[in-house]
């Protein structure tokens, strides 16, 4: 049952060079504020093949198989400069990850290279993915790079299905495709998945910003195009304001200064 749909394919070609309140286009902000969702792309403010460059060298998931991934905590300080936290493990309770492999337990990552948060495009994507979502100094901020390759077919999510991250600000970015067909994203008005909002298969550039904690999301299962050749698919996710308490637990623990959306 489809509820609602969102114009898409905004003509950057129209609008003016881009300050940081003009990162995003104007139906973003409008469609999260009604619809909890917006899709558009990011290739006009980014150099997408330099960031598809750090993509070799990300270390295995030491807690889900055929998966690669970094992650850092960021956040702005008064003068608005995007810095790294620190480490803080990455914690989702049982309410919020289906997995047995990864719900209701601490996973420790490597960092972003400090090569890939020091590039003017990658502070400026967060920044303006802080104004967005109206961020303020000293919030936790989680950016992750992340994905899957191999052969044959995968689950992306590893038993995850239909969920919420657990947070109120939520947006994923596809980095690259190779060689794939499937991973189409779903959105949905409920976890049980009766009411559909969006069934899209995202190009490379691409990204869907999402009110975790209005919307549920979903990924279909990633199959290898060419058998001669190994597939690949990764993504940025960078989300903030955690509504799930042991990610808040984490947080008060390792950032005692740190402005958290407390839960009770």
Known sequence: MKLDTL???????TMPAHPLADYWPADVIESLAHRHWARTEVRSRIDLAAWQ????DLPRDPYVNLRWKRMSWLTLNEENDVEDMGECPMAQGGAFNDAESMADRLRYYSPLTREFMSRPDVKAFVRAWARLWNIGPREPILMQITGVRGEGCVDPLQGQGIHADGCKALSIM????ENVT???NHLYHDKEGRYSLLDATLDPGDILHLRDDRVFHSVDGIRQCNIAAPFERFIIIINSRFVDEFQNRMLRRHFPEAVLNETH
């Open 7 to 13: 114009k898409h394919g905004f003509d950057h070609t």
């Open 53 to 56: 460059g750090y993509l070799a």
């Open 174 to 177: 596809v980095l690259n495709r």
């Open 182 to 184: 499937g991973a189409e």
